[in-house]
């Protein structure tokens, strides 16, 4: 199978910067699109960021500019560069990988088990 293992998360003033990253292991043909979602306190989940396997980038109005979504796919790693952050991008942030595991298998969603990303005012 396929795991997604999230790391970076923290404490963080606000101004302050954090970078994510979100490692694929498993069995892996391909990955497609990987996306980082958040879900703040008392808030529904919402989309960050997404990167296509060919770099094609979206980014969630609240972050357009401050925030950058990158990927090597040779080690199967996205990286999420959160720059300027505000204490209302205090949230646990997933990554989700579409992955194909096989010629024939998938593709299937996988998500990481989340990181807390705390930004104080």
């Known amino acids: 199978q396929v795991q997604l293992v999230e790391s970076g998360g923290g404490l963080v003033h606000a101004g302050g910067s954090l970078t994510l990253s979100c490692a694929a292991f498993g069995r892996i043909s391909n990955i497609n699109t990987t996306a980082w979602y958040r879900r703040g306190p008392g808030k529904q989940r919402e989309l960050v960021a997404a990167i296509t396997t060919d770099g094609a980038t979206i980014y969630a109005d609240s972050v357009k500019g401050r925030f950058t979504i990158s990927r090597d796919n040779a080690k199967n790693t996205v990286t999420l560069q959160m720059n300027s952050l505000k204490p209302e991008d205090t949230a646990v942030y997933y990554c989700?990988?579409?992955?194909?595991?096989?010629?024939?298998?998938?593709?299937?969603?996988?998500w990481g088990q989340g990181t807390q990303v705390t930004v104080s005012s």
């Open positions: 989700k990988s579409v992955v194909k595991t096989g010629r024939t298998s998938g593709p299937y969603d996988y």
